[in-house]
């Protein structure tokens, strides 16, 4: 098969947002990602490129330590087009994982941000894993992000 043809790199994730403000200061404050540019698009571009029928959206990029890219996008008919499924479960949810050094002094700091832990951490029971402890957290707009703190 052509190399072509291959996607060869994840660019950036993306989240859809309620507020704009308030997503970058949990990225930023919360978890320590640099914002990187905002902007506003707006016309038949977004219904163009995304299908959705929306006269604009505000966006921003926020850069982790590792280089990782989280571009946050708010609608401005986003009340208009429905929310994230509220549970880990649902079809159609999905969560991003996060490497962290100290699951706990995380957890602290992004329950003062707003988003609370869906449970408990857990350390991973077997497989290449072992030990690793895990734990989901959600935020406002039901974004759920994985913490992961291994076991070194």
Known sequence: MNSNHMVHAVDHIGF?????????????IGLGFTLER??????SF???VTGTADPRVRTAIVKGPDGSRVELLEYSQGDRHGITPPTASAIGSAHLALRVQDIYAVLERIEQAGWKARGKPQAIPA?????????????????????????E
Request: overall charge negative; proline content about 4%; glycine content about 8%.
């Open 16 to 28: 859809a947002v309620s507020s704009l403000e308030e997503a970058i200061r949990f990225w930023t």
């Open 38 to 43: 905002q902007s506003e698009m707006g016309g």
């Open 46 to 48: 977004i219904l163009q």
């Open 127 to 151: 497989g290449p894993r072992k030990e690793t402890l895990v734990v989901y957290v959600t935020g406002p707009d039901h974004i759920t992000l994985e913490l992961m703190q291994a076991n």
